[in-house]
Nanobody, 121 residues
C-alpha cells in the first residue's frame, strides 16, 4: 500500500510564493521520477516540473525561472517552490512519483490527491 500526501496549496496574490510538498509512504523500495502536474477544469493535465533520481530536471516553459522542484530522498518527499506567481498558475496541482516495490521491479506511477493553488490578480 502506497500513499501520497500533498500539502501547501492555498490562495495567494499575484507576485507571491507558495511551496508545495508531497510525501510518499508505504511499501517503497526506490523512487525514480518525482513530478508535479497541474490541471484546470476542462483542460488536460500538464507537466509543470519533473526531477529524476539522478538530479535531472524538466520544467514547463511557462514556469521556468519561477518554479523550482527539489526532493528529499530520505523522506520520499518532493517539493515545488513557486515564486512570482501569476493568475494563470491557478490550478489543481498533483504530484506523481514512479516507484519500485522491490529491487529490480517495474516502476509504478502513483498520483497524489491534488492541492488547489489560486492566484488572485
Amino acid at each position: 500500500q502506497v500513499q501520497l500526501v500533498e500539502s501547501g496549496g492555498g490562495l495567494v496574490q499575484a507576485g507571491g510564493s507558495l511551496r508545495l510538498s508531497c510525501e510518499a509512504s508505504g511499501s517503497i523500495f526506490g523512487i525514480n521520477v518525482m513530478a508535479w502536474y497541474r490541471q484546470i477544469p476542462g483542460k488536460q493535465r500538464e507537466l509543470v516540473a519533473a526531477l529524476t533520481s539522478d538530479g535531472i530536471t524538466n520544467y514547463a516553459d511557462s514556469v521556468k525561472g519561477r518554479f523550482t522542484i527539489s526532493r528529499d530522498n530520505a523522506k520520499n518527499t518532493v517539493f515545488l517552490q513557486m515564486n512570482s506567481l501569476k493568475p494563470e498558475d491557478t490550478a489543481l496541482y498533483y504530484c506523481k512519483v514512479d516507484l519500485q516495490y522491490f529491487s529490480g521491479s517495474y516502476y509504478y506511477p502513483y498520483w497524489g490527491q491534488g492541492t488547489q493553488v489560486t492566484v488572485s490578480s
